[in-house]
């Protein structure tokens, strides 16, 4: 399978507790992002990468995020002392980079439930 | 703020019969537009996507139109097959260099055998 993939794809954890997220692109793709859905809603932009450098964060990022990039493969996206408010589907992307739009490629998404 | 709109949560189509999905969009410097389906448990898959230098595209039973005077695009979807029955949603690329998308709330569309 080439495809991206998410792991876990369903993480239940207790307020306050720290969780992490992992999300494998597709292998040639230089472009990852990471988006949070939530009911009722489309997805909704947190963070990019152009290979291992996260090049922009939006305002949904609070501190308690983080997120990384190592060797420019795979991410992880960490949460910090959950809220019941982060309960979402986290979903990440990746695309080809070649100066302009391009599709992007889903994985599964993560679905995050804080009791 | 919503910046990119879709006004319909759910639509109904009988199969084999046209589906036309709206959307609209706030911010004219939006330049490229797409569509996702998704279907349960799975994270969003393209389906077609038009440039704003473009008023029209399609691919085999899709089409998308784009106004840009009226900021709406559609997506037309014929003969509609009840596989084609998901949530569709519109995107718009921010006119950033980082080529995100902002993405529409969703419409849920089913179409009846």
């Known amino acids: 399978d080439t495809g991206v993939s998410q792991n876990p794809r369903h993480k239940i954890t207790k307020r306050g507790q720290n969780v992490t997220f992992r999300c494998d692109p597709i292998s040639e793709h230089n472009r990852l992002y990471w988006y949070r859905q939530t009911l009722g809603q489309g997805p909704e932009f947190l963070t990019y990468f152009q290979n291992e450098a996260q090049l922009e964060k939006s305002r949904l990022l609070s501190d308690r995020f983080s997120a990384e990039r190592p060797k420019g493969s795979f991410s992880t996206l960490e949460i910090q002392r959950t809220e019941q408010g982060d309960s979402a589907m986290y979903l990440c992307a990746s695309s080809l980079t070649s100066g302009s739009y391009n599709e992007q490629f889903f994985g599964p998404g993560t679905r995050l439930t804080v009791l | 703020d919503q910046q990119v709109k879709q006004n319909s949560p759910s639509l109904s189509v009988q199969e084999g019969r046209i589906s036309i999905l709206n959307c609209d969009y706030t911010?004219?410097?939006?330049?490229?537009f797409l569509w996702y389906k998704k279907y349960p448990a799975e994270g969003p898959t393209f389906l077609i996507s038009?440039?704003?230098?473009?008023d029209k595209n399609e691919d085999g039973r899709f089409t998308v139109f784009l106004n840009k005077s009226a900021k709406h695009l559609s997506l037309h979807i014929v003969p509609s097959q009840p596989g084609d029955s998901a949530v569709y949603f519109c995107a718009a690329g921010d006119g950033s260099g980082t080529y995100k998308y902002i993405f529409g709330t969703g419409t849920r569309l089913k179409v009846l055998a």
């Open positions: 911010n004219s410097m939006f330049d490229y």
């Open positions: 038009i440039s704003s230098i473009k």
